[in-house]
């Protein structure tokens, strides 16, 4: 139901896009948010953003260097990444909630798309 896309390797310090969309559906009075799973490490929090983009949270491991955003017209929910590090590796998935504003938690959020790597490595 969601479709993540943008990762890839990039260096230490470099930047990446990811995005989400929904085909077909419409999230536009739900919460979305990110997640990211390392390997060998549980899926943790990294943001999330209200239905209507005017509430945003972020992990600490993040803040100031991510920014969450959505495109209601355009059904897309963006991760901008910036000052990466080797340690944000891993597989970012896009959630959406079952309401409109997010929690860190991931059982709050009920719809999941497949996950885009992500490497950070030189």
């Known amino acids: 139901q969601l479709q993540a896309s943008g990762g890839g390797l990039v260096q230490p310090g470099g930047s990446l896009r990811l995005s989400c969309v929904a085909p077909g559906r419409t999230f536009s009075n739900n919460a979305m948010a990110w997640f990211r799973q390392a390997p060998g490490k549980e899926r943790e929090f990294v943001a999330h953003i209200s239905w209507g983009g005017g509430t945003t949270n972020y992990a600490d491991s993040v803040k100031g260097r991510f920014t969450i955003s959505r495109d209601i017209g355009k059904n897309t929910v963006y991760l901008q990444m910036s000052s990466l590090r080797p340690e944000d590796t891993g597989v970012y998935y896009c959630?959406?909630?079952?309401?409109?504003?997010?929690?860190?938690?991931?059982?709050?959020?009920?719809?999941w798309g497949q996950g885009t790597q992500v490497t950070v490595s030189s």
């Open positions: 959630a959406a909630a079952r309401r409109p504003y997010g929690t860190r938690e991931s059982a709050d959020f009920g719809f």
